[in-house]
């Protein structure tokens, strides 16, 4: 029985409305929530502390006006456990460049231990973060993103050469900023700090989502191949992603079914580095997966059509 083709092609442009749309909106986003850095390319120091009793026997806003008053305003408490000693904690994160000097570190250590005597405040350690080394390590990681970028386009420029590879690998970069920039977005609307993880989660994104447009590209080719002249470049795109269609659904449903598992369980067991980690890579396969199969070869075919009316 054949499976009747969908419109890729012919819904197109519904498909590059729909994509401008979502990116203008997480421009705006980015404008009116703002985007938070995380500490290490802010700047600043964060200190540890591990306290006796059940989680919540300190009181988080009282430590945080101790705090306030020793190191300043402008500053963040929030609660940790540590698992190699099964203590409960918190961190103090000071947005601070000047660091804070041991005397000062004594001064807070010993308030707190004053007002909660009864939890045997101890600190763990305190860590300082220089912002110009965050920002050079942000700089090599967006240089390393650009030249992968360009080294896709040669790589695809070469393989696909006679379907016009070069025109075929600057599109399907474009469709890669358009994972780039919903990964950002996830980071902003649910006002998650950029950090390592944002880069980390970036570079996945941008391995899985290439692939998947050279299994459609590689498909177009043997298409083009097959039909010559007898069909459309249009015609020959659209059928080549319809083939691939469901190699691409259900690669792309287990991969996200077994990070909303990992998720789950970052959840249950309170691990916040994961679930920060895994939850902007589920909305980066799903926008992968989306610009792999709708934008991709449609801009491709846009192009070459495009170039052939000039």
């Given amino acids: 029985m054949k499976h009747k083709e969908i419109g890729f092609v012919k819904n197109r442009k519904k498909f590059f409305i729909f994509s401008t749309v979502l990116m203008l909106a997480i421009i705006i986003s980015s404008f009116v929530f703002g985007v938070d850095l995380d500490i290490r390319f802010k700047g ?22 101790i705090a306030s008053d020793v190191l300043g305003s402008n500053l963040t408490v929030e609660e940790k456990f540590n698992k190699l000693t099964n203590q409960n904690g918190f961190e103090i994160t000071l947005v601070d460049n000047d660091g804070v000097s041991s005397e000062v570190q004594g001064d807070l250590t010993d308030k707190l231990q004053e007002i909660f005597a009864d939890q045997d405040i101890k600190q763990l350690s305190i860590t300082s973060v220089n912002p110009t080394m965050g920002k050079e390590f942000f700089i090599k990681c967006m240089v390393a993103v650009l030249f992968g970028s360009l080294l896709m386009i040669l790589y695809i420029g ?16 474009v469709a890669l900023l358009h994972d780039v920039m919903v990964v950002f977005g996830t980071f902003v609307v649910f006002r998650m700090p950029l950090d390592d993880s944002f880069i980390a989660v970036v570079l996945t994104i941008l391995g899985y989502s290439i692939n998947s447009t050279i299994v459609i590209y590689d498909r177009i080719r043997e298409n083009k191949r097959l039909y010559g002249s007898t069909k459309s470049l249009g015609e020959v795109v659209n059928i080549s992603v319809n083939q691939t269609l469901a190699r691409s659904v259900n690669t792309s449903v287990a991969t996200i079914l077994s990070m909303v598992v990992v998720c789950i369980v970052a959840l249950i067991f309170g691990v916040n580095s994961i679930l920060s980690f895994a939850f902007p890579i589920i909305m980066g396969l799903i926008s992968g997966a989306y610009s792999s199969v709708c934008l991709a070869s449609e801009l491709w075919v846009t192009w070459k059509e495009k170039r052939e009316k000039a």
């Fill in 44 to 65: 600043g120091t964060m200190v540890d502390y591990s306290y006796a009793g059940e989680q919540g026997a300190v009181d988080l806003e009282q430590v945080s006006e």
């Fill in 158 to 173: 070469i393989r696909f050469r006679k379907i016009g590879g070069v025109s075929a690998g600057f599109m399907a970069v």
